[in-house]
C-alpha cells in the first residue's frame, strides 16, 4: 500500500492548467464552497481560480514551491474540477496529463518509488 503522495512535493498541476468549474461549487451557491473571492467569472455558468489562467498559470491557493513541498490552501474547499485530477500512477495508472504537468516544471514523470512503493500489481 502506497505510503506517501507526490502531490504533496509536486503542484504543478495547479501551476499548468487552467482550474474551471461550475459556479454552483463557490460558497455562493454551495454553503463551505470555494471560496469566491478566490475565483473569477468566465460567464454566466462558469468560474476559474484566479491565476489559472494564462502564459504562466498558478493557482492563487497554491502555497510553497512546486516539486519541493507544496499544499492546497482550500484543500477541503478545492473544486470538483481538482477533486477529479488524479495524480499519475495512483492505483497504478499513468496520468499523462500530470506528467505533461511536471515536465513542464522541470519535473520527472511520476514512478512508484514517488509513492514509496517498489513497483505496483499488474492488473489481469
Given at each position: 500500500?502506497?505510503?506517501?503522495?507526490?502531490?504533496?512535493?509536486?503542484?504543478?498541476?495547479?501551476?499548468?492548467?487552467?482550474?474551471?468549474?461550475?459556479?454552483?461549487?463557490?460558497?455562493?451557491?454551495?454553503?463551505?464552497?470555494?471560496?469566491?473571492?478566490?475565483?473569477?467569472?468566465?460567464?454566466d455558468f462558469r468560474v476559474?481560480?484566479?491565476?489559472?489562467?494564462?502564459?504562466?498559470?498558478?493557482?492563487?491557493?497554491?502555497?510553497?514551491?512546486?516539486?519541493?513541498?507544496?499544499?492546497?490552501?482550500?484543500?477541503?474547499?478545492?473544486?470538483?474540477?481538482?477533486?477529479?485530477?488524479?495524480?499519475?500512477?495512483?492505483?497504478?495508472?499513468?496520468?499523462?496529463?500530470?506528467?505533461?504537468?511536471?515536465?513542464?516544471?522541470?519535473?520527472?514523470?511520476?514512478?512508484?518509488?514517488?509513492?514509496?512503493?517498489?513497483?505496483?500489481?499488474?492488473?489481469?
Amino acid at each position: 500500500m502506497p505510503v506517501s503522495n507526490p502531490c504533496v512535493r509536486c503542484g504543478a498541476c495547479c501551476a499548468f492548467f487552467r482550474a474551471s468549474f461550475y459556479w454552483g461549487e463557490t460558497e455562493s451557491g454551495t454553503p463551505g464552497g470555494v471560496p469566491d473571492d478566490l475565483t473569477e467569472k468566465i460567464n454566466d455558468f462558469r468560474v476559474q481560480m484566479k491565476g489559472t489562467r494564462g502564459l504562466n498559470p498558478r493557482c492563487v491557493a497554491l502555497t510553497g514551491e512546486i516539486g519541493r513541498s507544496v499544499a492546497c490552501a482550500i484543500y477541503e474547499q478545492r473544486s470538483s474540477v481538482c477533486r477529479a485530477f488524479p495524480p499519475s500512477l495512483q492505483d497504478g495508472v499513468v496520468n499523462e496529463d500530470c506528467n505533461r504537468a511536471r515536465a513542464a516544471h522541470g519535473l520527472k514523470p511520476v514512478t512508484p518509488a514517488d509513492w514509496g512503493v517498489e513497483d505496483f500489481p499488474k492488473a489481469a
